[in-house]
């Protein structure tokens, strides 16, 4: 059974790197047909998706946060991570990474969610 | 703040058939794309119920049901449990974003 885990630092400074890595158990990184996924939720807001890496497609970010993440995978350490640059307290959150499974929807080929981490607070202060 | 609409809270006996609405738009769940329910309980990793709108992934008992009419879903829960007491969100991919977009969760109690 895949097993997802997030690590990183839970405190972060105003400015800097958040750096957040998935460590995946069961399953293999490199099996190109699933999205690998970070997806956040602010204390009391609702969730919101960060990004995805496709081993077909390449990345695809949330449009909001573009120009400050980067999602990459480590094949040798059978990972993947997330970078956030320039942080405020609005990146204060809990942060999840998941496992895309592919099937065919309507109209073309969808993803469902079929593992996630337990998700990793992460605070934004100085 | 989410971009799907869902009640805050829902409520029902043991033994009971609860729904829970998930409202979107002509961008997101009636542009087509399917509707995904999730199980969600503090300190757990989330768990997924139902995606392409009524499919079940294994494991998950039949007393879930999810069903799709316009921009706007439902979750069924029949034979309500005590261990069914969790949030529930939903989840449909959103032609704007290029990417899912989440409700903003229910949370059911089971009286």
């Known amino acids: 059974q895949l097993q997802l885990q997030e690590s990183g630092s839970g405190l972060v400074r105003p400015s800097q790197t958040l750096s957040l890595t998935c460590a995946v158990s069961g399953g293999s990184v490199s099996r190109g047909a699933y999205s690998w996924t970070w997806i956040r939720q602010p204390l009391g807001r609702g969730l919101e998706w960060i990004g995805d890496f496709y081993h077909s497609a390449g990345t695809y970010y949330n449009p909001s946060l573009r120009s400050r993440v980067t999602i990459s995978l480590d094949r040798s350490r059978n990972r993947f991570s997330l970078q956030l640059t320039s942080v405020s307290a609005a990146d204060t959150a809990v942060y999840f990474c998941?496992?895309?499974?592919?099937?065919?929807?309507?109209?073309?080929?969808?993803?469902?969610?079929?593992?996630w981490g337990q998700g990793l607070p992460v605070t934004v202060s100085s | 703040q989410s971009v799907l609409t869902q009640p805050p809270s829902v409520s029902g006996a043991p033994g009971q058939r609860v729904t829970i609405s998930c409202s979107g738009t002509s961008s997101n769940i009636g542009a087509g794309y399917g509707v995904q329910w999730y199980k969600n309980l503090p300190g757990a990793a989330p768990k997924v119920l139902i995606y392409g709108n009524t499919k079940r992934p294994s494991g998950v008992p039949d007393r879930f049901s999810g069903s799709k009419s316009g921009t706007s879903a439902s979750l069924a829960i029949t034979g309500l449990q005590a261990d069914d007491e969790a949030e529930y969100f939903c989840l449909s991919y959103d032609t704007g974003l290029s990417g899912p977009v989440f409700g903003g969760g229910t949370k059911l109690t089971v009286l």
């Open positions: 998941a496992r895309g499974e592919p099937y065919v929807g309507d109209y073309a080929t969808e993803y469902y969610f079929s593992s």
